[in-house]
């Protein structure tokens, strides 16, 4: 029986290592992250002769509108009437009424594939620009930092979904299916009740959580019905799947022996809750989508399987070590299915972080690429620890001759299983916080070096100094200048070219659109409305993987 499957796993393990490289090989596109606005009509800036009767914003991939999420203001602050409709990859916003002499300022706020918000603003102007702008009453579009409750309940609907349908092909596939081990089996079915309870919990209560972080709002928009319509209909197919997936996995298990077509139902129940998260996420938005949904579908079942299986070998190694040789026969089941399981989690891992970032992650890259790196080197303990199992104490639990030292044995192998579930715990932590943060990211920000006339800032980025200029310092109309120089102080230029945002506490114009007027030097014009404190961000990949960010603050006078 055993050497039948451990075939098949080899089988298995055979045609994963042959035909995922063909899948790496065969679709070479880029991935993306966050979607990216990639041009106006009108220009930002832009002062027009004649009003515009609609304005296009095209992005870099398609998007989801928000319940408010377009605002247009007049040159006095005035809110002004506008028909927002999002197509595919374009927002187009048309004004039923002619819009009036002067500055326009429209805040924008969509949602991109992967399910995060962007934003921005984009001014043009009508005759001539209006020499001072009211800011907007509740203009701010700032992307809000994912809240802790959001990625709480995600980190605890990710291990409760994991452990539970995990425990549920233990007592399926590993347990025997004798009397004695009803007592081992009913601890995991307890044990999977309970953690299918707290998933299902924690993926219901993200719902509304999410759809306050689309918005940007407070707790008061979860009374209008608007934003329950905000989330997309996966979300809400997710979340009911992994709920009643679980409902019904745990419902089949019984303490005792069952039938074998309720077995496969439960296993059944259980693969689709664990692989429905694998609909909604970064995967959504990197390509080939097929492939990668595919290879998250795989990895999370792998998790499930390997999560679930230390911790039923922790539950029921105890009890079952003293009954001759069948603690051993159990980890012997386990650990060689876990050999195909492992091959499958490195796999899809290595497909998802090649996809989603576009490249491996360095300790100088994003957010997203450092914690990546860090889930690798918990797994890579975490799999430590397993080959110490498999190839030191489990051969030495099956050669013990009698039940005292089988009794010792099983002890050991239980404490380092059940570190090994620990440490696979906190990668599990990891991917909750994964799944809501930026694969894009925005590094830490460098210091910055005041110069004595308070427009100009200078910073370093990489080896490249960075000067900027912000004149004047005035509510309204103002003039942007970015230098580069290397270190010998001529022009430099970084891989890309530089990308700056600016922000204030009440108003975020976004990217600011820059034109090249020669090597290294870079200009913009801008409409300040409000005065204030504003921080300018400004990013510039240096290398293929250095993408350092400094922020500069300008006080502007009003």
């Given at each position: ?39 106006t ?29 377009v ?53 043009f ?66 044990s999977?009740r ?17 759809a ?8 008061g ?15 809400y197919a997710?979340?009911?799947t ?37 609909l ?43 009954r001759?040789?069948a603690?051993?026969?159990v ?7 876990a ?20 490249s ?14 860090a889930?690798?080197?918990?797994v ?123 922000t ?8 600011v ?6 090597a ?30 400094a ?8």
């Open positions: 029986m055993i050497h039948r499957r451990a075939g098949r796993i080899q089988a298995a393990v055979v045609l994963i290592l042959a035909f995922v490289p063909a899948l790496l090989l065969s679709f070479p596109q880029p991935a993306h992250a966050h979607a990216h606005l990639i041009s009509d009108p220009a930002q800036g832009a002062v027009l002769q004649t009003a515009p009767g609609r304005v296009l914003f095209t992005f870099d991939e398609a998007v989801r509108g928000v319940p408010g999420g605002q247009v203001f007049g040159s006095k602050g005035e809110l002004v009437a506008a028909k927002p409709e999002v197509k595919g990859a374009e927002l187009d916003v048309v004004f039923p009424a002619p819009l009036g002499n002067g500055t326009t300022v429209i805040t924008w706020r969509v949602v991109s594939t992967d399910g995060h918000p962007i934003s921005g603003a984009l001014t102007s009508v005759g001539a620009p209006t020499t001072v702008v009211t800011p907007p009453s509740n203009g701010s579009s700032a992307i809000p930092e994912v809240s802790w409750p959001l990625t709480l309940a995600r980190v605890v609907g990710y291990i409760g979904l994991l452990l539970a349908t995990g425990l549920v092909a233990f007592a399926v596939m590993f347990l025997p299916a004798e009397s004695y081990a009803d007592r081992p089996r009913r601890r995991v079915t307890v999977a309970a953690a299918a309870a707290v998933a299902a919990g924690a993926w219901l209560t993200a719902l509304p959580i999410t306050l972080y689309l918005l940007g709002g407070g707790a928009l979860l009374l209008e019905g608007a934003t329950w319509s905000s989330l997309p209909l996966t979300e997710v979340a009911t992994v709920a009643a997936g679980l409902a019904l996995a745990v419902a089949l298990l019984r303490h005792g022996p069952t039938s074998r077509r309720r077995r496969l139902a439960a296993v059944a129940a259980a693969s689709i809750a664990a692989t429905a998260p694998a909604v996420g970064h995967t959504r938005a990197a390509s080939p989508e097929l492939l990668v949904i595919g290879a998250d579908a795989l990895h999370l079942l792998a998790g499930s399987i390997w999560l679930g299986g230390i911790t039923g070998l922790v539950l029921t190694l105890p009890t079952l070590s003293g001759g040789a603690a051993a026969e980890l012997t089941r386990f650990s060689t299915t050999a195909g399981v492992l091959v499958a989690l490195v796999a899809t891992g290595s497909l998802l972080v090649w996809r989603i970032l576009g491996w992650p360095t300790p100088a890259g994003s957010d997203y690429g450092r914690l990546v790196l889930k690798i080197a918990i890579l303990t975490a799999l430590a620890i397993a080959a110490w199992n498999r190839w030191s104490l489990l051969p030495r639990l099956k050669q013990a001759s009698n039940t005292t030292s089988r009794q010792g044995l099983s002890r050991r192998v239980v404490r380092a299983t059940a570190v090994e579930g620990a440490v696979l715990a906190v990668a599990l932590l990891l991917t909750g916080v994964l799944v809501d943060t930026s694969p894009d990211g925005d590094p830490a920000p460098v210091g910055a070096q005041a110069e004595s006339n308070p427009g100009t800032h200078t910073t370093t980025l990489g080896d490249i100094t960075v000067q900027a200029s912000l004149t004047p310092l005035a509510r309204g109309p103002s003039t942007l200048t970015l230098r580069l120089r290397s270190a010998s102080g001529q022009p430099a230029e970084g891989v890309a070219p530089p990308v700056i945002r600016l204030s506490d009440t108003t975020t114009l976004g990217a659109p820059l034109t090249q007027v020669s290294g030097f870079y200009t913009a014009q801008v409409m300040l409305p409000v005065p204030g404190t504003w921080r300018m961000q400004v990013s510039l990949r240096v290398t293929q993987f250095a993408n350092p960010v922020e500069l603050k300008f006080v502007v006078n009003g």
